[in-house]
């Protein structure tokens, strides 16, 4: 959308008195997607996906789509993965997060093409395919953003490839090598394939630390942490870790701190986590300049998209190794999903998020488990 429209509709909306804005939205949207349609000569669908409808409030609902133009595909999903970290901070409107509402969250999803664009090529209907779709039944996407699924891997295991693809560019830049001691902070779903991807890596030790042991089974699964550190019980045992390098896989300012006391002096400490909330009180770069560490910046947004470097691959070459690591049977992630839950469950899931996860790691949609917005 032109930004001179943009702000026209801004500036429109902010003359509407405020209970009749969600009706003229929804007049609106109907329009300009019609409008679209015609312009582009395009069909528009219909579909159900997950939806913020206002902070801390999740539903299924209907929507409208355009159909794929050139270059794009229409995907039929089977399973999308939820991102906890960043859809609780969204859902919550942690600081650093988007506070806008409505939200359509998700963004790592496995289904089948099902219809073809202009000019697509590389891919035919029926092939499977794994993205960055949102939490939708059905989607539109470029298939710059879509990888062919292995024949041995299963739709569930391929809709870990966008959380895949950040941890792998994490763990690039922290440039392991066999024999280092290695601990990663933050046991969420992140922190785990984090566990897991270093292990691959011949790490001589392996600490997983958190702030409580609500996940400490799964983080000892084969593959995992040699030892687990509880803050909550044991404060001062970060700093007898003395690791050569720290994965940070949190994003908050006391989850930095920690990962900081972990390491080693002139150890290596890697923000994997997407940053949110406030680092008063905590001198941060104080401690980094002291102890002569190394802190290094690892988030999608900064990969390349072509010339790449040793530290720095690129996106669709990372998503293609995710995926061959599952292929070969090098990496598992399926035992990391602790709930298999149907969309209409939606709100019950992001209740449990918005009160920390609980002891859930990998929580999934099943878009197939029944008749969708039936």
Not at 219 to 239: C, E, K, M
Not at 243 to 269: K, L, Y
Request: charged share 25%.
């Amino acid at each position: 959308m032109p930004i001179w429209l943009t702000e026209l509709l801004i500036w429109v909306n902010s003359r509407i008195p405020v209970f009749l804005r969600p009706s003229a939205k929804k007049i609106f949207q109907y329009l300009f997607i019609r409008v679209q349609a015609v312009a582009g000569c395009r069909r528009i669908f219909h579909g159900h996906h997950v939806e913020f409808v206002n902070s801390e409030i999740a539903n299924l609902e209907a929507y409208e789509f355009l159909g794929p133009g050139r270059g794009e595909v229409l995907v039929e999903s089977h399973y999308s993965l939820v991102s906890p970290g960043t859809e609780r901070a969204v859902l919550c409107g942690l600081p650093g997060a988007r506070r806008s509402f409505p939200y359509v969250p998700g963004y790592s999803t496995a289904g089948v093409v099902d219809k073809l664009g202009q000019g697509v090529t590389g891919l035919a209907i029926g092939d499977r395919v794994t993205g960055r779709v949102h939490h939708a039944d059905r989607e539109t996407i470029g298939v710059n953003r879509l990888f062919k699924i292995p024949n041995g891997v299963s739709f569930e295991d391929a809709s870990f490839i966008e959380l895949g693809i950040i941890v792998l560019q994490g763990i690039r830049k922290a440039g392991i090598k066999p024999g280092d001691r290695v601990v990663v902070v933050g046991q969420g779903l992140i922190g785990q394939l984090a566990n897991r991807l270093a292990r691959l890596l011949g790490t001589t030790s392996l600490v997983a630390v958190a702030s409580s042991r609500n996940r400490e089974r799964s983080a000892r699964l084969p593959g995992g942490a040699d030892d687990y550190v509880a803050v909550s019980d044991t404060p001062d045992r970060v700093h007898t870790l003395q690791a050569d390098i720290v994965i940070e896989a949190v994003g908050t300012p006391q989850a930095v701190a920690v990962a900081m006391n972990c390491a080693r002096d002139g150890g290596r400490v890697v923000l994997l986590g997407s940053s949110r909330g406030l680092t008063r009180d905590l001198d941060i770069w104080g401690l980094a300049q002291r102890r002569n560490l190394e802190i290094v910046g690892a988030h999608i947004s900064a990969m390349p998209d072509r010339d790449e470097s040793p530290q720095r691959w690129t996106y669709e070459q990372e998503g293609r190794l995710f995926l061959e690591l599952l292929d070969k049977g090098r990496l598992r992630v399926s035992d990391l999903v602790t709930w298999r839950a149907r969309p209409d469950e939606c709100n019950a899931v992001y209740e449990v998020l918005a009160e920390g996860g609980r002891e859930h790691v990998g929580i999934t949609f099943n878009w197939k488990a029944e008749a969708v917005g039936a």
